[in-house]
């Protein structure tokens, strides 16, 4: 599979309060997955598969996992950090302003739209893997499992 | 429904179902011996002879609407007679890839041309009653595959994707096999030329779907029809065959989900038409239009085999009408919506509507429908043999002094019935759901058919060519085939007869079709 069409930019805030882009990881390698804490489906089974993929991966992997949301009226750093240190520590939250996260998501060409419940958002569930030098590098659908993720990554990051 | 047809049943190749259930195992791609039919032969000519048309001669194609902006375009006609070919190589006679491939690649030539493709400089500035409130964020474009018009670009990859999956091919593949290229010497300045190839086609339009949701992609800005979304479903489907992966899957899982919130079909239990991209509100089918079920169906069929056929019978019920007003002689019609009036003008479109019903019949299997719809046309809609092809010409004529339709447009005449006459049940679903191997490509063929030479079976049986041949008097041609990947030592027989055929050489003896064994 080539590398994903996309610009893959960012200028975001991290769960912790600081300013963050592409930049900011350089030297490792970013997986990157869109969301929103509240989502009920997809970003639990996303975040929990690509849990798995990183176990399957091994510590110490140069991997940075960031978790980028579609929702940044809710998902302030506070929100996303408590989130995630709850159940997917190894994820970086990112959120921003409503203009820089839809900057952002076009970046990635992800699409977001609140749905008829105001409590949904409908988003791509793609997962993104930048290289050290944050260019694309590869891409995983929804359907992709963790064994297959876990397998390609391997043969980008420890390669 | 409608009572048994009086009129004798055409003669089919091949075995057909009369049920639309799908409990069994699928039944296409039998082969049984079946040797097409004169009527079927004759649409395969016509095809062949619309493609041998120099550039820009759209003689026999050219409909009631301005500049190819609507239903019987240029486009459409040229890409069904690319999938008609396709299923007939699949289903009928897969031992002939000499005789379907060139044709394929001459229509994916025209439809590159400028005249097939120009219209989207204008149509991508919007201004329709669905647009009109966008135009200020639009502009002109002229990269006629960019942004939007899937109406045209799906086209552009299923074909240029069906032609490489069926011959085992990567012709476009290359850099720039699909380059839409535009000059005029009395206006516009230096060339358009946009490059692109099947796979970076297949690339531009996934990313396409992936930034709208899965939802679709629009064709006039601001409208993602159901029905122009399948082409590119199914261009997914061959370039995972071609590439591995799992894109069509894919699309069709995010799909789903997108049209959940909408419904597939409407309240009245028709295909919804579109949604609008920025209000996401839905056009259901209203009035109904025939060609809106019956395109969708006859295309999400593929993926989605036993949805279409449940809807079906209720669906299609409320489209045909007995084809004689003074009592029922067996024949079918198909009763088109009233013209619509929009901004106070008159619509005037080819709904293409007799043809997309019978093609759906077709695909559906409903054998008697199909005949009865065939019947009707047969009588009515003045069927045409020049140069050995059979056509129903347009006529723009509502109906006979009887009051029984005779309007027809070029789609239908030239494309549409063909197809229909040349599919089998569920042919569509059979090329998307069991596609050939890479055996298939090691069997023994004809790999060259010369354009004077008929052919009306082609097919392996435990590994020996069977084929039947004749020389067509109406066209030009040296009357030769050319045999290929024939096993060590292989005998052709002509009638029985052992010939020589130098380098898998054979000609082909006029007068009477004769039968060709090729075996070991």
């Given at each position: 599979?080539?590398?994903?069409?996309?610009?893959?930019?960012?200028?975001?805030?991290?769960?912790?309060?600081?300013?963050?882009?592409?930049?900011?990881?350089?030297?490792?390698?970013?997986?990157?997955?869109?969301?929103?804490?509240?989502?009920?489906?997809?970003?639990?089974?996303?975040?929990?598969?690509?849990?798995?993929?990183?176990?399957?991966?091994?510590?110490?992997?140069?991997?940075?996992?960031?978790?980028?949301?579609?929702?940044?009226?809710?998902?302030?750093?506070?929100?996303?950090?408590?989130?995630?240190?709850?159940?997917?520590?190894?994820?970086?939250?990112?959120?921003?302003?409503?203009?820089?996260?839809?900057?952002a998501?076009?970046?990635?060409?992800?699409?977001?739209?609140?749905?008829?419940?105001?409590?949904?958002?409908?988003?791509?569930?793609?997962?993104?893997?930048?290289?050290?030098?944050?260019?694309?590098?590869?891409?995983?659908?929804?359907?992709?499992?963790?064994a297959?993720?876990?397998?390609?990554?391997?043969?980008y990051?420890?390669? | 429904?409608?009572?048994?047809?009086?009129?004798?049943?055409?003669?089919?190749?091949?075995?057909?179902?009369?049920?639309?259930?799908?409990?069994?195992?699928?039944?296409?791609?039998?082969?049984?011996?079946?040797?097409?039919?004169?009527?079927?032969?004759?649409?395969?000519?016509?095809?062949?002879?619309?493609?041998?048309?120099?550039?820009?001669?759209?003689?026999?194609?050219?409909?009631?609407?301005?500049?190819?902006?609507?239903?019987?375009?240029?486009?459409?006609?040229?890409?069904?007679?690319?999938?008609?070919?396709?299923?007939?190589?699949?289903?009928r006679?897969?031992?002939?890839?000499?005789?379907?491939?060139?044709?394929m690649?001459?229509?994916?030539?025209?439809?590159?041309?400028?005249?097939?493709?120009?219209?989207?400089?204008?149509?991508?500035?919007?201004?329709?009653?669905?647009?009109?409130?966008?135009v200020?964020?639009?502009?002109?474009?002229?990269?006629?595959?960019?942004?939007?018009?899937?109406?045209?670009?799906?086209?552009?990859?299923?074909?240029?994707l069906?032609?490489?999956?069926?011959f085992?091919?990567?012709?476009?593949?290359?850099?720039?096999?699909?380059?839409?290229?535009?000059?005029?010497f009395?206006w516009?300045?230096?060339?358009?030329?946009?490059?692109?190839?099947?796979?970076?086609?297949?690339?531009?339009?996934?990313?396409?779907?992936?930034?709208n949701?899965?939802?679709?992609?629009?064709?006039?800005p601001?409208?993602?029809?159901?029905?122009?979304?399948?082409?590119?479903?199914?261009?997914?489907?061959?370039?995972?065959?071609?590439?591995?992966?799992?894109?069509?899957?894919?699309v069709?899982?995010?799909?789903?989900?997108?049209?959940?919130?909408?419904?597939?079909?409407?309240?009245?239990?028709?295909?919804?038409?579109?949604?609008?991209?920025?209000?996401?509100?839905?056009?259901?089918?209203?009035?109904?239009?025939?060609?809106?079920?019956?395109?969708?169906?006859?295309?999400?069929?593929?993926?989605?085999?036993?949805?279409?056929?449940?809807?079906?019978?209720?669906?299609?019920?409320?489209?045909?009408?007995?084809?004689?007003?003074?009592?029922?002689?067996?024949?079918?019609?198909?009763?088109?919506?009233?013209?619509?009036?929009?901004?106070?003008?008159?619509?005037?479109?080819?709904?293409?509507?007799?043809?997309?019903?019978?093609?759906?019949?077709?695909?559906?299997?409903?054998?008697?429908?199909?005949?009865?719809?065939?019947?009707?046309?047969?009588?009515?809609?003045?069927?045409?043999?020049?140069?050995?092809?059979?056509?129903?010409?347009?006529?723009?004529?509502?109906?006979?002094?009887?009051?029984?339709?005779?309007?027809?447009?070029?789609?239908?005449?030239?494309?549409?019935?063909?197809?229909?006459?040349?599919?089998?049940?569920?042919?569509?679903?059979?090329?998307?759901?069991?596609?050939?191997?890479?055996?298939?490509?090691?069997?023994?063929?004809?790999?060259?058919?010369?354009?004077?030479?008929?052919?009306?079976?082609?097919?392996?049986?435990?590994?020996?060519?069977?084929?039947?041949?004749?020389?067509?008097?109406?066209?030009?041609?040296?009357?030769?085939?050319?045999?290929?990947?024939?096993?060590?030592?292989?005998?052709?027989?002509?009638?029985?007869?052992?010939v020589?055929?130098?380098?898998?050489?054979?000609?082909?003896p006029?007068?009477?079709?004769?039968?060709?064994?090729?075996?070991?």
């Amino acid at each position: 599979m080539s590398a994903p069409p996309i610009r893959a930019t960012y200028a975001l805030v991290d769960h912790h309060g600081s300013a963050v882009t592409e930049a900011t990881y350089r030297g490792s390698w970013q997986l990157v997955q869109f969301g929103f804490t509240h989502c009920r489906v997809v970003c639990p089974r996303a975040l929990a598969k690509l849990d798995e993929a990183l176990d399957l991966l091994g510590d110490g992997s140069p991997v940075v996992a960031l978790y980028v949301t579609v929702d940044p009226e809710r998902d302030t750093p506070e929100v996303m950090r408590a989130f995630l240190a709850a159940d997917h520590p190894r994820f970086t939250g990112l959120t921003g302003s409503a203009a820089q996260t839809r900057d952002a998501a076009a970046a990635f060409r992800v699409f977001a739209r609140r749905g008829a419940d105001p409590d949904e958002i409908r988003h791509t569930a793609i997962t993104y893997l930048l290289d050290p030098d944050g260019r694309p590098a590869h891409h995983w659908p929804d359907t992709a499992d963790a064994a297959t993720i876990a397998a390609d990554l391997a043969g980008y990051v420890l390669a | 429904m409608l009572g048994p047809a009086p009129v004798p049943a055409p003669p089919h190749a091949g075995s057909r179902n009369a049920v639309t259930g799908h409990d069994g195992p699928p039944t296409v791609g039998q082969m049984s011996g079946a040797v097409l039919d004169r009527e079927q032969l004759g649409h395969l000519r016509h095809w062949d002879n619309l493609s041998r048309q120099w550039p820009n001669d759209w003689s026999l194609m050219q409909g009631k609407g301005t500049s190819q902006d609507d239903f019987g375009g240029y486009r459409f006609q040229l890409a069904y007679m690319v999938y008609g070919l396709a299923l007939t190589h699949r289903h009928r006679l897969p031992a002939a890839p000499g005789l379907f491939r060139p044709t394929m690649q001459r229509l994916i030539e025209k439809l590159l041309l400028p005249e097939v493709w120009l219209y989207w400089r204008d149509v991508s500035r919007g201004g329709a009653v669905f647009n009109a409130h966008l135009v200020d964020q639009l502009h002109e474009e002229w990269d006629p595959v960019v942004r939007d018009n899937i109406m045209y670009s799906a086209y552009v990859q299923s074909c240029a994707l069906l032609h490489d999956h069926l011959f085992a091919e990567d012709r476009y593949a290359a850099p720039g096999a699909l380059t839409f290229r535009h000059w005029s010497f009395f206006w516009g300045g230096g060339e358009k030329r946009f490059s692109y190839d099947r796979d970076s086609l297949t690339e531009h339009l996934y990313w396409q779907m992936v930034e709208n949701g899965y939802l679709g992609v629009a064709c006039e800005p601001n409208c993602v029809f159901q029905i122009c979304n399948q082409p590119a479903i199914l261009g997914f489907r061959l370039h995972d065959l071609i590439h591995g992966g799992s894109r069509a899957d894919e699309v069709i899982a995010g799909y789903e989900k997108a049209w959940a919130d909408f419904g597939r079909l409407d309240e009245n239990g028709h295909y919804a038409m579109m949604v609008l991209e920025d209000s996401r509100a839905v056009r259901p089918n209203e009035a109904p239009s025939p060609w809106v079920d019956a395109w969708c169906g006859a295309l999400m069929t593929m993926w989605n085999r036993d949805f279409v056929h449940r809807h079906y019978p209720c669906q299609v019920a409320a489209f045909l009408v007995p084809g004689d007003v003074s009592g029922d002689d067996g024949t079918l019609s198909v009763r088109s919506a009233p013209t619509r009036e929009v901004m106070g003008q008159t619509l005037v479109t080819d709904t293409c509507d007799t043809g997309w019903v019978s093609a759906w019949a077709s695909e559906m299997g409903d054998r008697d429908t199909l005949d009865r719809l065939l019947a009707h046309v047969d009588r009515r809609m003045n069927p045409t043999w020049r140069d050995g092809g059979l056509y129903y010409p347009r006529n723009d004529t509502p109906t006979d002094a009887h009051g029984r339709r005779t309007d027809i447009e070029p789609m239908t005449g030239n494309v549409l019935l063909g197809y229909a006459r040349l599919n089998v049940p569920d042919g569509l679903w059979g090329l998307y759901q069991r596609p050939w191997g890479p055996e298939h490509h090691t069997e023994p063929a004809l790999v060259e058919v010369d354009r004077d030479v008929e052919v009306s079976r082609a097919e392996v049986v435990d590994g020996v060519l069977h084929a039947r041949l004749r020389r067509e008097t109406a066209v030009p041609g040296e009357g030769r085939v050319v045999l290929g990947r024939l096993p060590e030592g292989a005998r052709v027989r002509l009638d029985g007869v052992e010939v020589a055929a130098p380098g898998g050489v054979v000609d082909v003896p006029g007068g009477p079709a004769v039968d060709l064994v090729a075996a070991p």
